[in-house]
Structures are given as C-alpha cells and as structure tokens.
C-alpha cells in the first residue's frame, strides 16, 4: 500500500497550484510577453544594441525603484524621489559650472569625485528630513513627501532661477572633466549607467536579504507595533529607508545629467510615480512587509521596455500613457488578489493552531512569516 507524506502532499499541491504560480511570476510573464509581442511587430526590437539602449534607459527608473522598494517595505511612501532627482542633477551642474566665493573674489572648480560625493551627502540629507518628519515627528509619509516634493523643486529652480546649466562637460585646464562618463561610456560594450544599476540591485538585494537591518525592515513594515516590542528600532530602520531611497535618487540624478549633459530643475518629473508602479508591478504589497529586489526590477524593465517598444512600432504619445496607465492598475487589482488568500489562510492555520476559543492569529505572525527577500 502506497502512502503520501503529509510534506510531500504539501509540496506537490505547491507545485500544482498554477494561480499562485501565475500571480508569483506576473512580472516575468509581462515582461516575457511584451518582448515576444514587439518582436513581432518590430525586427529592430530585440537586436544587441536596441535591448542595451533600452537598459539604458531603465536604469534611472530602476534604481529610483530599489531605493522606494525600501521605503514601501517599511510601509511608507516617498514621493520626493523624483524632486530629489532634480535637484541632485542641479546640485551637480552647479558644482561643475565653478562655485564663486565672492568674499575673496574666488571660483573653485571641485572634481568630479568631489562633485559626486557632496551630490549623494545632499541626497542623503533629504534622505534624513523625510524620515525624521516620518519618524520622529509622527508626519504622514505621503504628506511629509509631498511637501518636500514642491520644496526641493523650489530649491532646484532658485539655484538655477529657473535655467538649465548646459556646461557639464568640465575643463581640462581646471582637472574637473569626466562627468559625461556616468552616461556616455560603456564597460566590456554595456553603457555605465547599467552596470550602476546592477551595482545597485545587487547592494539592495544583499542588504536586504543577509542583514539585520533588512530582516528589521520587512518586520516593521508588516507589524510596526510587534516589531517595535521586539526590540528593533523603529525609528532608526524608518529613517535608513528613506535615506536609500534618497541616495538612490541622486544617483538617479546625477546618470541623467550626466547622459542629457545637461541639468534642469525640472528632470524627474513624475518619476516617482513611475519608481511607484515599477514597485508594484513587482509584487510589492504597498501596505509594507512584502516585495522583493528581483521582482522590483522586473516592475521596472516591464516599464521600460513597454515604453520603448510602443515608440518603436510608432504609438502615439497619448496611447502610452493609456497603456501604462492600464497595466499599472491590472498589476495593482493582481496585487489585492494574490494578498487576499493569504490572509485569509493564515488567518484559518492560525485559527486552527490556537483552537477555536482563539480569534485567530496575532498580526506579529501574520506577518513575521514573511521577512524573506529575493
């Protein structure tokens, strides 16, 4: 007579269970798809140069997007990425444009080292007003971020008064020049600005999966509360959240002005929705506690190369935003179905393990059984 473990029982169920395999691999099958459809429709479209150029421009977006996926992990929301953006792209040029010390009738012309250094301290600045108006001061992230969103596109258009610094290629003479590198040049023929965000996906991933900080971060994104009687600061882990997703956003800046050779007070616009949806589109749960780096970037080259192919095969302006718009909501509505089983199965095991006279299980191991990462 043959018998089946209850284990094994489990894992071919698992394994059976083509919905939540579906809605697991959402991101990948997008993406799939979208290669296979405009490769169809386009010959041009899956050839060596056009998929490294369209890397290229996910980039940006990707790299935005792990710095909010820490952010939304932890349960908040930063909608400053893309003002952040701007304004490090200005701080940027105008370090390169020569910092005049009238006192001493002076301009200083720092390295492009120097000039990226104080660029990302700037961003990590930012970074650290969210989170103390998040953290300590109890300010709802998305009011807190939409304040520092309009305040640091003023601070951006009165460093320029409104222009755009044009000159960022340096002089040889002053020893400043290399900043165009970050988004003209290519390492073993795959553009900088790609070998960055690969740089940045793999710094996400490791501290967010074998560090302390990011099994507090999943933690107090599932249960602040549990977390916080747990030992871990709170606080603290809020705080970092948004100082990554601030630091991510300077790099952001910095590659774009770098391949626009130009900053402009008004770069970035709208670009934390788009870091919002690639999220998303993911499988992060914008309530905190779930999402991964893998699934983050996938959320972002579905963007991407969704963009990129409607300009190729000649889509109005006007229907891309349409589409994006579309697979953004279908990505959110998946998202409500593939998180809703789960709590209400959790909520049956959790019933069933601590009997009937229980009201089911406390939110700490709802959410705990989580904290895992790509």
């Known amino acids: 007579m043959v018998t089946s473990s209850p284990a094994l029982s489990s894992l071919l169920s698992r394994r059976l269970d083509l919905r939540a395999l579906l809605l697991e691999g959402r991101a990948f099958l997008a993406l799939l798809t979208i290669v296979v459809v405009f490769s169809v429709?386009?010959?041009?479209?899956?050839?060596?140069?056009?998929?490294?150029?369209?890397?290229?421009?996910?980039?940006?977006?990707?790299?935005?997007?792990?710095?909010?996926?820490?952010?939304?992990?932890?349960?908040?929301?930063?909608?400053?990425?893309?003002?952040?953006?701007?304004?490090?792209?200005?701080?940027?040029?105008?370090?390169?444009?020569?910092?005049?010390?009238?006192?001493?009738?002076?301009?200083?012309?720092?390295?492009?080292?120097?000039?990226?250094?104080?660029?990302?301290?700037?961003?990590?600045?930012?970074?650290?007003?969210?989170?103390?108006?998040?953290?300590?001061?109890?300010?709802?992230?998305?009011?807190?971020?939409?304040?520092?969103?309009?305040?640091?596109?003023?601070?951006?258009?009165?460093?320029?008064?409104?222009?755009?610094?044009?000159?960022?290629?340096?002089?040889?003479?002053?020893?400043?020049?290399?900043?165009?590198?970050?988004?003209?040049?290519?390492?073993?023929?795959?553009?900088?600005?790609?070998?960055?965000?690969?740089?940045?996906?793999?710094?996400?991933?490791?501290?967010?999966?074998?560090?302390?900080?990011?099994?507090?971060?999943?933690?107090?994104?599932?249960?602040?509360?549990?977390?916080?009687?747990?030992?871990?600061?709170?606080?603290?882990?809020?705080?970092?959240?948004?100082?990554?997703?601030?630091?991510?956003?300077?790099?952001?800046?910095?590659i774009t002005a770098s391949e626009l050779t130009s900053a402009s007070p008004n770069a970035g616009n709208m670009f934390e929705l788009t870091a919002i949806a690639a999220v998303v589109i993911g499988g992060a749960a914008l309530t905190g506690g779930r999402g991964t780096i893998r699934g983050t970037m996938l959320g972002a080259f579905v963007i991407g190369f969704l963009s990129d192919g409607l300009v190729i095969v000649g889509v109005s302006e006007y229907w891309q935003t349409v589409f994006t718009g579309a697979v953004i909501i279908l990505a959110v509505l998946l998202n409500a179905v593939q998180y809703r089983p789960r709590r209400k199965q959790q909520d049956a095991s959790g019933a069933s393990e601590h009997g009937p006279s229980e009201s089911g299980p406390t939110p700490t191991k709802e959410r705990n059984t989580d904290v895992s990462a790509s």
């Open 41 to 254: 429709l386009s010959p041009n479209y899956l050839t060596v140069d056009n998929v490294l150029q369209m890397s290229q421009h996910v980039a940006v977006f990707a790299i935005l997007s792990v710095g909010m996926l820490a952010v939304i992990l932890n349960g908040g929301i930063d909608l400053s990425v893309g003002s952040t953006l701007g304004l490090s792209g200005v701080v940027a040029g105008y370090l390169m444009q020569g910092v005049h010390i009238p006192a001493l009738d002076l301009t200083l012309y720092p390295s492009v080292p120097a000039v990226v250094i104080i660029t990302l301290v700037t961003g990590a600045l930012i970074g650290v007003v969210n989170g103390v108006l998040v953290a300590r001061f109890n300010v709802a992230p998305f009011v807190a971020t939409l304040g520092m969103l309009y305040a640091l596109r003023g601070i951006a258009l009165l460093i320029t008064d409104g222009l755009t610094y044009s000159n960022l290629q340096g002089r040889e003479d002053l020893g400043n020049t290399g900043f165009s590198w970050l988004g003209f040049n290519s390492l073993f023929g795959v553009p900088v600005g790609v070998w960055v965000m690969i740089v940045v996906a793999g710094a996400g991933w490791f501290l967010l999966s074998r560090t302390a900080f990011g099994r507090w971060l999943y933690a107090s994104g599932g249960n602040e509360r549990a977390a916080e009687l747990s030992g871990i600061p709170i606080r603290t882990v809020k705080i970092r959240a948004y100082v990554i997703s601030a630091v991510c956003a300077s790099i952001a800046g910095m």
